[in-house]
């Protein structure tokens, strides 16, 4: 059935480093690729997606790569800061006109940038 | 332009009860879906609107069930509950149907005592 896979469950890093969190998908028709940021008591927001066509995008500090191939994805934080703390949820979702929007979530990393 | 609202906020209620949340998406957003998250399960799919009409739905019991009206609001019901069903009921919306961008809203907190 559908899953994602999502590692690590908590990460801890120095502020300024890199983060790496890395997802795996099941189903091969998977298209649409989005990851969301929980602050504590917070909505999920929405910080970068990317489509099955392309093999990375980046966006100012943060950055998201595509495996096909591999069926896996990966979020890349740069720079890191203690605003940067946060649970980070990767989904996937098989999209397009006709498809249904249904996103399937990783189990979320609890990341902590200690100052 | 306004984002996704969910009332009521917070809900506690004693199992066998039912309760309706609701859900307003983004201006012009036509597609709402409905999330369950929990610390133990995370967040899992519910269901997804489009125009009325519900497109798709999660492994879920009968007991939970919604719909979507013309205005593109959505509601969401779920009938006799159960302890497990405390978690936080997230609803997202999107300008269309399959993927593209989800905005959730601030969630309604269920509390099954």
Known sequence: GENVEQHPSTLSVQEGDSAVIKCTYS???SNYFPWYKQELGKRPQLIIDIRSNVGEKKDQRIAVTLNKTAKHFSLHITE??????????CAA????SGNTGKLIFGQGTTLQVKP | KAGVTQTPRYLIKTRGQQVTLSCSPISGHRSVSWYQQTPGQGLQFLFEYFSETQRNKGNFPGRFSGRQFS???SEMNVSTLELGDSALYLCASSPVQGASEQFFGPGTRLTVL
């Open chain 1, 80 to 89: 890191t800061q203690p605003e940067d703390s946060a649970v980070y949820f």
């Open chain 1, 27 to 29: 189903d091969s028709a």
């Open chain 2, 71 to 73: 205005n593109s609001r």
């Open chain 1, 93 to 96: 979702s098989i999209g397009g």
